[in-house]
């Protein structure tokens, strides 16, 4: 279980987050949306540790990622809006070196490893050097490799960005079944038709601060509209893209 209470980061003369607070459960799937801008990012950052709250508390199973980062570091498993891969590795060679970082047991490795290039489509390039991958590919290779060590906790930054349909199809189908084994996830997107089909609860940030949160058929209730666009737009307001 994650949760955020009362986050605040100031860069400069610009707050990105103000205030922020939400819990994501265990077996659920929690979309994080909001305009560009609008510190979904930012919040996503201190909650894995690369960005430090100027306030507030992030506690991960237990672990406070400020005062214990390394254990709760050890709980997650992170996509990152920039996918950060060696490009002269192979798939197979970026799932392998995290999962010994992680300390995944070597008898497990290979079986861990071959099992999410099955799940990604990933085995006809698994052999093949990043370098020239598409953005598609890369955000496959990097969510296989923050999956390989089976965390409890799942962070994804707009994980089907540049996928075509089918490996879209793919993604989501390991979101479900990440939910089936009682995980933690939670991830943002721009995709309306993806969050109504996969989260069980939506958080709405705009201009730094969480403005709505609830199911899908909450937030359509709460604005009075039938689809779930419009009802972001409305949530976040009209000077929301430029927060």
Request: with cysteine.
């Amino acid at each position: 279980m994650i949760r955020v209470t009362n986050l605040r980061k100031v860069f400069g003369p610009v707050t990105a987050v103000e205030d922020v607070s939400f819990s994501a459960a265990d077996g659920t799937v929690t979309g994080l949306l909001g305009p560009n801008g609008a510190g979904k990012t930012t919040s996503l950052r201190m909650i894995y540790g690369l960005v430090k709250p100027d306030s507030g508390t992030i506690n991960i199973d237990g672990h406070d990622v400020v005062t214990d980062k390394l254990a709760a570091q050890a709980c997650l498993g992170v996509l990152p809006d920039q996918s950060g891969l060696y490009p002269r590795l192979t798939p197979r060679e970026h799932i392998r070196y995290f999962g010994e970082l992680q300390g995944v047991p070597r008898h497990d490795l290979e079986s861990r490893m071959e099992n999410w290039l099955a799940q990604l489509d990933l085995k006809a390039v698994a052999d093949r050097r990043v370098g020239g991958f598409s953005h598609g590919e890369r955000s496959k290779v990097a969510m296989a490799r923050a999956l390989v060590h089976n965390p409890q906790n799942v962070l994804l930054d707009e994980p089907t960005n540049g996928l075509d349909v089918s490996s879209t199809r793919a993604v989501r189908e390991a979101i479900r079944r990440l939910k089936s084994e009682n995980r933690c996830v939670i991830f943002s997107s721009h995709v309306m038709q993806e969050v109504s089909a996969l989260c069980d609860r939506i958080v709405v940030i705009a201009r730094g601060r969480v403005v709505a949160e609830g199911t899908a058929d909450e937030l359509l209730a709460l604005t009075g509209n039938t689809n779930l666009e419009d009802a972001l737009v409305k949530l976040a307001g009209p000077h929301g893209e430029a927060a």
